[in-house]
């Protein structure tokens, strides 16, 4: 089964080679969908991302996993595919407009790095105009952020970048890990519960990986 993996802002494909070398190791076929937030506009790296999957899938079946911006891309693509993914992971992904991206939009160096889609993170009105996904979906959030006195996120569970209460959606079940935004993607559980679900969606039926889904969140281990 093919897997696309789509990376997160600020990175490139390299920084998801680890969990596709894992993900080649459980019997996917990964390809890496690489694009820059500070070169791209939005709507032109929307349609590059649709033909990538097009092209890179064909009469396969396919899954795709994504980080961070990269979730974002992937819940706007997903009502323009004409062929559905079995499934959709999303690593440490912004839902809302998040505490982060709000406190850091107005800022030069921000708008300068992240460009026209780091702007989008920081609207309100954009992230709340996205589509919930249509397919079965589940989502990874980190816990290994700091908390406590001293914490922009107090007493919040969060990945150093995102609580996790800023990584859900309504009826898309949640598993923690305890990890940091920028590597969540290399976490062992990830790739090993990727590889879990998505057999369960194929030999048990879409139902039944629905149901798998929508258990009630776990802690995980790296």
């Not at 076929?29 to 690489?34: A, W």
């Not at 819940?75 to 992904?93: E, I, T």
């Not at 589940?138 to 107090?154: C, E, M, Q, V």
């Amino acid at each position: 089964m093919r897997a696309i993996l789509i990376h997160g802002m600020g990175r490139t494909p390299a920084g998801m080679l680890i969990l596709a070398a894992r993900l080649r190791a459980l019997g996917f076929r990964p390809v890496l969908f690489g694009y820059s937030a500070t070169l791209e506009r939005w709507a032109g790296c929307l349609t590059r991302l649709e033909h990538f999957i097009e092209k890179h899938t064909g009469a396969d079946r396919f899954i795709i996993v994504s980080h961070s911006l990269g979730t974002v891309l992937t819940r706007a693509v997903l009502s323009k595919l004409n062929r559905k993914p079995v499934a959709c992971f999303l690593l440490s992904p912004p839902t809302q407009a998040c505490l982060a991206a709000r406190t850091f939009a107005s800022r030069r160096f921000y708008r300068l790095f992240t460009g026209e889609m780091g702007q989008l993170l920081a609207s309100h009105q954009f992230m709340d105009s996205l589509p919930l996904p249509d397919v079965p979906t589940k989502i990874y959030a980190g816990t290994g952020g700091p908390t406590g006195l001293f914490s922009p996120f107090g007493k919040e569970p969060n990945d150093g970048v995102l609580t996790v209460k800023e990584t859900m959606l309504p009826s898309v079940s949640v598993q923690t890990v305890p990890s940091l935004h920028t590597f969540i993607m290399n976490s062992k559980i990830v790739a090993q519960d990727i590889a879990k679900v998505t057999q369960s969606l194929s030999s048990s039926g879409a139902d039944s990986g629905s149901r798998m889904l929508k258990r009630a969140a776990r802690p995980g281990a790296v």
